[in-house]
């Protein structure tokens, strides 16, 4: 095989590799991509760009022999790279936040969004002191009280993890509210829960059978239910925009 051959497959497989990488596999909690531990980035993003410079040497050296797959390859290096730095950016702002983009005390909440959450802490037997603040990406991991992200005096996710919710209507009292993360609360039927501004809902380790009590949520795209009680996905399609779920460890799915 020609050098200028060798180059459009090499630059082809990169640029089909990093596509995904910055697709499917950030948004799809199941993919590979998402298992690799995070330390691997930053050498695998290496690994990718001296691939990317090593196809482009070889479209070079080959280009007097087949000009047309040695142009070809080199389109493809130019597009991987520049996905290639897109995806470097985003490793590189990851775990930051911009100043003023969150809020780490409740000194700017809305007055009628404390009173919500205040009933909603109440409820779950703790107190608003017990609040872990958190960026966005933090939401995923448990806290000893509850995880909040506020923004501009404004909930925009909350996380309560092995306590009971007796009662989900304060929780539609959140206009912002895009992420909630109830896991293992002992929750089986969440009819009570309007929330159309809902993006990414985590209700793992409950005990709901029924997925059309989740009919007041039809907004959500990341859905987790993993190790319910269902025993069917058939009213999946009330999740209009649905991209990414998790029916996993549910009777049906066994």
């Known amino acids: 095989m020609t050098m200028a051959y ?23 909690p199941n993919s590979l991509l998402k298992r690799l531990p995070d330390w691997t980035a930053f050498p695998l993003m290496a690994v990718v760009f001296v691939l990317y410079l ?51 005390d ?7 969004e404390q009173a919500a959450l205040t009933q909603i802490v109440k409820n779950a037997g703790l107190d608003m002191q017990n609040a872990t603040f958190s960026e966005h990406w933090h939401m995923s991991e448990d806290a000893a009280g509850y995880r909040i992200c506020v923004q501009k005096g404004h909930v925009t996710a909350l996380r309560f993890s092995d306590k009971k919710i007796p009662d989900l209507e304060p929780f539609s009292r959140l206009p912002k509210l895009g992420d909630l993360y109830l896991v293992r609360c002992g929750l089986s039927d969440m009819s009570a829960l309007q929330a159309n501004g809902l993006d990414r809902l985590d209700l793992s380790g409950n005990r709901i059978s029924d997925l059309k009590t989740l ?10 239910l993993k190790d319910n009680q269902l025993q069917s996905d058939e009213d999946l399609r009330i999740f209009t925009k649905l991209v990414s779920r998790d029916l996993s460890g549910n009777p049906f799915s066994k």
């Open 215 to 224: 009919a007041g949520c039809p907004n959500v795209r990341w859905l987790d």
């Open 6 to 28: 060798k180059s459009l497959f090499l630059s082809l497989a990169l640029t089909f590799l990093v596509g995904y990488s910055l697709t499917a596999g950030l948004t799809n």
């Open 106 to 112: 409740f000194s700017r909440l809305n007055v009628s």
């Open 54 to 104: 090593l196809a482009a040497w070889w479209a070079v050296k080959g280009f007097g022999e087949h000009k047309t797959a040695a142009v070809f390859s080199m389109c493809f290096c130019v597009l991987g790279l520049g996905l290639y730095a897109a995806g470097f950016a985003m490793s590189m702002g990851k775990g930051k936040a911009s100043p003023g983009q969150y809020d780490y």
